[in-house]
């Protein structure tokens, strides 16, 4: 059993972060679900007495904001600071708590990251080299040639690799592989959950390598302070932000008093990047560890990968409004066993609305209230224990116990399972008790006081429960039966004797024969069939075999690239909208299906005289080809 005394923990820090997000493009509910979540634990923490310190913020350099800025023709800085703002403003409409906000283009963040750089070089850990390798743009990751396979495909996004060749600076991360391996050892909630952690023990045990830590072949990050041709690798940039924010070679006080973290939350895909390369970074300059990093799972949205072309990358804010912050906060705890895969499904929020939410604590509010309010002119005094009431009783201390060891381990969806539980039994009570029929005679007056100061009791404990989560249902009600949301009152009769307010319905009913949802998925391949069409008109287009001869990107375009073709000994240029998909080097000399006929073109100011042939699915996109040797210029029939 928790005592009281002791979750108030007033001398105690807690630190807990998000990863900072790429400001490339808008976040969708993806990546506000971390968000989400650490702002849940931060403000279950600052319940419990802990000084608290949650931080977020944005990851601003590198080549691939670089080149989003170019994209849209923008400045980059201008480009960043509008997406920063974006980002600002979605924390503050989910009412997010987070206690500073750090940018990586600030001037104190870059500083810090050169200092950090620095102690890591005078430490011996940063040398000079020739990098030669593949590079994922939108992972910013080095990949070397035993970790893909020969379409050159980045392991994590499946999108093309980059072939790169720079004169860049080392990290002698090999050095870490043994003290990482006895940090491991030494702290088995180092990384969680324990899958994730076997992931890193695995890697670990193969044993680490060096890794480049600057680039020379763009200039968007922070110079290198000893060799100004370089900008540091926007993983290490990153990185540095968790110390950079706390105070780090500027305010001691402030740093000591909340590092080492207590918990880095993070998507599984960025797991390496905090449970090894981190660490490594931080004995290099001789800091404590993080505590723990937890890596979580990713969401699909109504099954599917998120993805602006399906249709499923919505802000969450379009959610929120439809269903409210509480609802959509609750269902994503509840629902989505954190720590897993999981998926958003607009369908099971609704049935989650109506059957937890406007059903089971909804009618447990109203149905007592209502009583209260017509019985009595405040909340009554208990008298004598029945067996039932001893069970309800005995429940509701179960269930603050199991809160706080299910929300200490980030096991949301069991502490909500627990509280549902006693919200359910809580209305099989009052089935049982029969509060309307002791309401009608007067000799039952004191057992009905019982009754409802039991039930007003269990509500007032669920309210303090919820109230990391259900910010605003929480107040409501603990407002409706003016008690105090303090973690201290969690327990048996604790209700001090007050007037109450049965107020509006908390969660009305989704009629879902009339409701408009907000995901709106797209189309769907029945529905995207083209009407039939005559073998002659078929025969009026001109398909042939042609042999990429060159390819190039189109400046200022991701997606444009210029082909050269030979198409039976012609040569013809044609432009494809297949640059996120192929580099230019991985087409070259490949056969491919184009459209001979179509009437020629310009994309981007660049004649096209053709089209090539692919199979899309979502973001997925693969070229046409032959099975086997065909003269180029041969027809398709
Ligand atoms: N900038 C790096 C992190 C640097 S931290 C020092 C980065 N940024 S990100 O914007 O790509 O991702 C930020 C977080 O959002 C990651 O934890 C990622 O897992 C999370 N998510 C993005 N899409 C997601 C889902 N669809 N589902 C769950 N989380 C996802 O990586």
Redesign the pocket.
């Known amino acids: 059993m928790y005592l009281i005394e002791e979750v108030k923990n007033l001398s105690k820090t807690f630190y807990v972060t998000?990863?900072?997000?790429?400001v490339n493009s808008d976040p969708?509910i993806?990546?506000a679900?971390?968000t989400i979540v650490a702002d849940v634990v931060a403000r279950y923490k600052r319940m419990m007495g802990y000084d608290t310190f949650f931080l977020t913020g944005t990851?601003e350099h590198g080549q691939k904001i670089m080149r989003a800025a170019k994209e849209k023709g923008m400045d980059t800085k201008k480009f960043v600071d509008d997406l920063a703002q974006r980002f600002i403003q979605l924390w503050k409409d989910l009412e997010i708590s987070n206690d500073l906000f750090i940018r990586t283009t600030d001037d104190y963040h870059v500083k810090t990251v050169q200092d950090f750089f620095q102690k890591m070089y005078d430490n011996g850990d940063i040398y000079p080299g020739k990098y030669e390798g593949w590079y994922c743009v939108h992972?910013e990751t080095f990949w070397t040639e035993k970790d893909i396979g020969p379409d050159k495909l980045c392991p994590v996004c499946h999108r093309p690799l980059e072939h790169v060749e720079e004169e860049n600076y080392f990290f002698r991360l090999s050095k870490y592989t043994k003290p990482l391996l006895d940090h491991f050892k030494d702290h088995p909630d180092f990384v969680e959950p324990d899958f994730r952690r076997n992931e890193m023990l695995r890697i670990l045990e193969e044993g680490l390598e060096d890794i480049s830590v600057s680039r020379t072949s763009f200039d968007w990050g922070i110079p290198l302070p000893f060799d100004k041709k370089h900008v540091i690798y926007v993983?290490f940039d990153?990185?540095i932000?968790?110390v950079s924010a706390i105070g780090y070679g500027r305010d001691n006080e402030k740093f000591n008093r909340y590092w080492p973290a207590d918990v880095h939350f993070?998507?599984?895909?960025?797991n390496r990047?905090?449970s090894l390369i981190w660490p490594a970074m931080l004995m290099s300059v001789g800091l404590p560890l993080p505590k723990k990093i937890f890596a979580?799972?990713?969401?699909?949205v109504n099954g599917e990968k998120?993805s602006k072309s399906k249709g499923n990358a919505v802000d969450p804010r379009l959610l929120v409004n439809a269903y409210g912050l509480d609802a959509v906060k609750y269902y994503l705890l509840r629902d989505i066993t954190f720590g897993n895969d999981g998926d958003f499904s607009e369908d099971n929020l609704i049935v989650r609305i109506n059957a937890d939410l406007a059903n089971d604590l909804g009618n447990l509010v109203h149905r007592t209230l209502s009583m209260v309010k017509q019985n009595f002119a405040e909340i009554p005094d208990p008298s004598e224990e029945e067996k039932i009431d001893v069970d309800l009783k005995d429940l509701l201390l179960k269930t603050i116990d199991d809160y706080f060891s299910y929300m200490d381990s980030f096991k949301f969806t069991e502490a909500l399972i627990s509280i549902w539980n006693l919200v359910k039994f809580s209305n099989k009570y009052i089935d049982m008790t029969e509060p309307w029929l002791l309401a009608r005679d007067p000799a039952k007056k004191e057992r009905l006081g019982t009754v409802l100061y039991n039930l007003v009791d269990v509500i007032r404990n669920i309210s303090i429960m919820i109230s990391p989560i259900m910010v605003k249902t929480s107040k409501s009600l603990i407002d409706r039966i003016n008690q105090d949301l303090d973690v201290e009152m969690l327990g048996w009769h604790k209700t001090k004797k007050a007037k109450i307010e049965v107020g509006e319905p908390l969660f009305p009913r989704i009629d879902t024969k009339v409701w408009k949802k907000v995901i709106k998925m797209a189309e769907t391949e029945e529905s995207q069939r083209k009407e039939e069409i005559s073998i002659e008109d078929f025969a009026k287009i001109d398909l042939r075999v042609a042999r990429i001869k060159k390819a190039e990107r189109i400046p200022k375009s991701e997606k444009l690239v210029k082909l050269l073709l030979d198409v039976g000994g012609e040569e013809r240029q044609i432009v494809a909208g297949i640059g996120l998909v192929y580099t230019p080097e991985s087409l070259i000399g490949r056969e491919i299906i184009i459209i001979y006929n179509l009437k020629p073109t310009k994309l981007m100011g660049v004649e096209s005289n053709g089209m090539l042939l692919a199979a899309k699915d979502g973001e997925k996109l693969r070229i046409l080809t032959v099975d086997g040797f065909v003269e180029t210029g041969a027809k398709i029939s």
């Open positions: 998000t990863p900072i997000y790429y969708h993806g990546s679900y971390t990851d992972d993983w990153a990185l932000n968790y993070v998507g599984k895909e960025i990047f905090h979580h799972g990713w969401l699909t998120i």
